[in-house]
C-alpha cells in the first residue's frame, strides 16, 4: 500500500483498491468513513440481538449508543460504539450502590466473591476494654490476598463479539457496494468515468 493510502485490502477486492487509490487521501475518507460509520449503525442493531435482557436501562442504553471516531493515523480510520456512561446506567458511586461496570461483566463475564472472602475479615480483639468483641481488620497475608480472587464464576454472555463476528461477510459486502456507489457518485460530478481514473 502506498503512502497516504487507506487500505481496503481486507475486502479482498483488487478493483475497489484501485478505484480508491486513485483518489486523493480526502476523497478517500470522504468515501470509507461514510461507509463504515453505516456500518457501525448496523452492528449496532445486530447487537440488539444478542443483549441477554428484553428490557432494561442497559438495553436502552445501548439502543441510543453513539458512534463515536477513534484515534486514527494514516491510512486507518476507526470508528466504534461509545459504552453507556455509568450515569446513564443509574450504577451509583456510593458502597450501597451497585458500584460495578455490569456491562463489561456481561460481555467478559466476571466472579461473585463469596462473604468473608477478600482483604477484610472479621477478628476476635484478645485485649484492652473491647476483649472478645468482633472487628473487621484487614488481613494482609499472602493467603487473604490470593482468597480475593476465589469465587463463584459467572460465565460472559457476549453480544458484542458475536454481533461483529456473526455478520463480518455481509458487513464486508455492504460496505464495498457503499463504497463503490460513493466512487462513482464523486467520478460522475468530476465527470469521469471508472475506466478513466485507471489511466
Known amino acids: 500500500m502506498a503512502k ?6 481486507i475486502f479482498g477486492d483488487a478493483e475497489l483498491e484501485r478505484q480508491l487509490h486513485a483518489l486523493e487521501l480526502g476523497v478517500q475518507k470522504k468515501v470509507v468513513r461514510p461507509a463504515l460509520r453505516a456500518s457501525a449503525m448496523r452492528i449496532r442493531g445486530y447487537m440488539m440481538q444478542y443483549i441477554p435482557v428484553d428490557t432494561g436501562a442497559y438495553r436502552t442504553a445501548m439502543g441510543k449508543a453513539k458512534i463515536r471516531a477513534g484515534k486514527s493515523r494514516p491510512g486507518l480510520i476507526r470508528l466504534g460504539l ?4 455509568r450515569a446513564e446506567l443509574g450504577i451509583g458511586e456510593s458502597h450501597d450502590d451497585d458500584r460495578h461496570f455490569w456491562p463489561a461483566a456481561l460481555e467478559y463475564g466476571h466472579v461473585i466473591r463469596g462473604k468473608g472472602q477478600g482483604l477484610e475479615r472479621l477478628v476476635r480483639l484478645k485485649k ?3 476483649a472478645g468483641l468482633l472487628v473487621r481488620r484487614r488481613d494482609m497475608s499472602d493467603e487473604a490476598k490470593a482468597s480475593r480472587w ?3 464464576r459467572v460465565e460472559a454472555r457476549p453480544h458484542m463479539r458475536p454481533a461483529v463476528d456473526n455478520n463480518i461477510r455481509k458487513e464486508l459486502a455492504l460496505m464495498a457496494v457503499d463504497m463503490r456507489r460513493r466512487i462513482t457518485a464523486i467520478l460522475n460530478k468530476r465527470k469521469l468515468t471508472i475506466a478513466g481514473i485507471a489511466a
Do not use: H, L
Request: negative net charge; without cysteine; charged residues 20%.
Open 150 to 152: 476465589q469465587g463463584k
Open 82 to 85: 461509545v459504552w453507556p456512561t
Open 128 to 130: 484492652g476494654p473491647d
Open 4 to 9: 497516504g493510502m487507506i487500505d481496503v485490502s
